[in-house]
């Protein structure tokens, strides 16, 4: 994979087509639909995530990306369709779809990170509390957490700020830590939903440049919300939607 920077010098990633069909698909979603009562928001989405790879899914409000984006993360059950997901160990198959609300809960935590437009940080915690939880829930040691947290944070230029609440922290160092709680774990996929909607330009852009390093040389896929062009034009894909059905892919 090679990397660009754009006119204003942002780094932006480089993926050709011809690469991306070289390499396994790390997630698939096969005619995903979701009905709320008698409203369909998505109708026959599919996708694949190829490693490496970042995606913007673009439309208007009310087009069904956030649902895309909640059914292919599991967050919530499509009504049909299947969402299938490579095994890193063995190159097995996973099928979201199939998995109880519990155990898709218990398969997110494992497998994917999340970074939303608010971050969703628990402001009772400290900063490397947030980004050591996920650590604990699967099973990993208090101090052994805090110690990689605080890595993770080192590593995103948040030293000296781990034992600082989340309102302590301006909104790019907060969504930073939100960076570093998806990152700490390893995931598969990070699915970032309008991470820059509520940053100033400048802010945005540091935050949109730690969103897609986080590819780099990864074994990962990144997908990202948005309304803003620019954020698109930075990623390797474009996913647009309009209607509840993918309009386009560029």
Same mark, same amino acid.
Request: glycine fraction near 6%.
């Given at each position: 994979m090679s990397t660009t920077t754009d006119p204003e010098g942002h780094r932006r990633s480089e993926l050709s087509t011809a690469e991306r069909q070289t390499r396994d698909w790390l997630l698939r979603a096969e005619n995903v639909s979701k009905a709320f009562g008698q409203t369909q928001v998505l109708t026959e989405a599919s996708l694949d995530l190829y490693p490496e790879e970042?995606?913007?899914?673009m439309g208007p409000s009310g087009s069904g990306k956030s649902t895309l984006l909640h059914a292919v993360a599991g967050i919530i059950a499509a009504d049909e369709g299947k969402v299938i997901l490579r095994r890193p160990d063995d190159g097995g198959i996973d099928d979201i779809t199939t998995l109880?609300?519990?155990k898709r809960s218990a398969f997110r935590l494992h497998r994917f990170g999340f970074?939303?437009?608010q971050g969703m940080l628990i402001p009772e915690l400290t900063a490397v509390e947030n980004v050591? #939880?996920?650590l604990m829930l699967l099973g990993t040691g208090m101090a052994a957490a805090v110690l990689q947290a605080n890595a993770e944070l080192h590593r995103l230029g948040l030293l000296g700020l781990g034992d600082r609440r989340i309102g302590q922290l301006s909104g790019g160092q907060a969504q930073r830590v939100a960076i570093a709680r998806a990152l700490v774990t390893d995931p598969t996929i990070i699915f970032a939903d309008e991470p820059t909607g509520s940053l100033d330009s400048r802010t945005a852009d540091e935050v949109l440049d730690e969103l897609l390093a986080s590819n780099d040389g990864a074994d990962r896929a990144l997908v990202i919300v948005t309304h803003d062009e620019r954020v698109a034009a930075r990623c390797d894909r474009t996913v647009r #939607?309009?209607?509840?059905r993918i309009e386009a892919t560029r």
């Open positions: 970042a995606v913007a899914i109880s609300d519990a970074v939303f437009q050591a #939880l996920p #939607l309009l209607d509840g």
